[in-house]
């Protein structure tokens, strides 16, 4: 990928030589080049899980949090995606049960009514105040590994001039992280599977020159793996070879296929294996609870016909609390997969040298699909709306998109507008859910005040506080800074 390269700062090096100090309970998570990697200097893949037990909140009850955990750590789980949150209760308990089963959060800081929306994207100041509450809330526990800014905003091939108001989100809120000198969580955004967006998307959201201005991680809801498929009849070697090369880590934030039953999740050989685990971080799999879309993991209770409005427990007939009953096999067969899986990727001290060839790929051209994204044009300032070209073809066409043998359109209990069921659009907080089957071809600011290592991309840093206590290996340390002097020299 051809592009801009940045040196990093020595200054930041050495300072980061002078905060060693002792280690929390759970390493926090940082981004270094295109991967994840913990304090120790491991790499980071994902194991993950989607977890909204209901809509508004599932991190406020901490006795169902301690079940889940537990539960999920017998899976073999290290991260779950939550769509919603409030930001105004109490999370402590939740999150410290998470983190004592080692299981990280990976957090969408949209609402139900501040989403980033493709038919009218507007990015404004209560946009920006809802979304700055989330990030408050949640970036002082150890174990927040990312915020999305967004889930499947885009979810047609007409959609594109929604994308600069993804980067106008992210600018801003890298930003404030700064300004009130947080650790550098990544901020990140989760893009449906439209074969017609890649690899467009994904390149757009990193291109800019300005590190201020591109995703610290790219992820994507992609179900084209389903049943007895393979890395080449999937779409999953496209998906790697529209990877290759990425700057920034890139991960499966929805997957797991539910046409063909029961769920094997023999994908997960794939992402883990040799084709896919040097390019992609990991995946989750959607999702925990069991609902009327049928992607459940686990339930708690049979099925509750005719409950009464007053039973907050039940919603859409299903038990959103108690003791979690894996669901067979696709339980015990996403452990199995799981428990064979363990990449054990690059040491940082190895890799750190290695950033300064990573480069960010050229800003794509409008294409006859769709996009129609100026690559020079500035992103969107706060309270800018876009207004569209009139054109006669419409942008809330549907979303699925048929390519190869088959297409499957996931739908779920709740969306933006929607709030009946728990976990959000595609299992999110988005519009509706696209998946690209078997066969399609394709697949789809202001510098820190804390010292950081500054990578030559500009994506994502492995950053240390001087108000934290961390505990960083000096041969790492001192790899970086010999890789990091001998770019800047």
Known sequence: MAGTRWSPSVTAL????????TVQAIQTISTVGSKFFRE???????????????????LIDTAQCTRDAARMAE??????????VDP??????CMKAFADAGIYLFVD?????????QDAPRWDQSQLDSFKAVLDEFQQYDNTAGFFVGNEILTTNQGSGAAPYILAAVRDLKSYRNEKNYRNIPIGYSAADI???RPMLQNYLVCRPDSAERLDFFALNAYEWCGDSSYEQSGYKSLQ????GFPIPIFFSETGCNVARPRTFSDQAAIFGDEMSDTWSGSMIYEWIEETNDYGLINYGPHVDNAPATNTL?????TRQGEPTPIAPDFDNLKAQWATLNPTGVALSDYAASTSAISVPDCPAPTADGWSVDPSAPLPTLGETFHPASSSSSSTASSSTTTGTDTTTKTSGVSDSDVSGSSGTTGGSSNSATTTQPGDGGSPSSPSASPTYELSNGAGSLSVTTSASRLVDVSILISMVIGGLAVWL
């Open 40 to 58: 120790d200097g491991s790499q980071y893949y994902i194991k993950g899980i989607a977890y909204q037990l209901i809509p508004e909140d599932p």
């Open 241 to 244: 070879e529209q990877a290759k």
């Open 195 to 197: 074969a017609e967006l």
């Open 75 to 84: 899976l073999g789980t290290n991260a779950i995606r939550v769509y919603h």
């Open 109 to 117: 800081l949209d609402t139900f009514d501040t989403a980033i929306t």
């Open 314 to 318: 039940v919603q859409d007939g299903f």
């Open 14 to 21: 050495l300072l980061l030589l002078n905060t060693l100090s």
């Open 88 to 93: 105004q209760a109490d999370h402590d308990g």
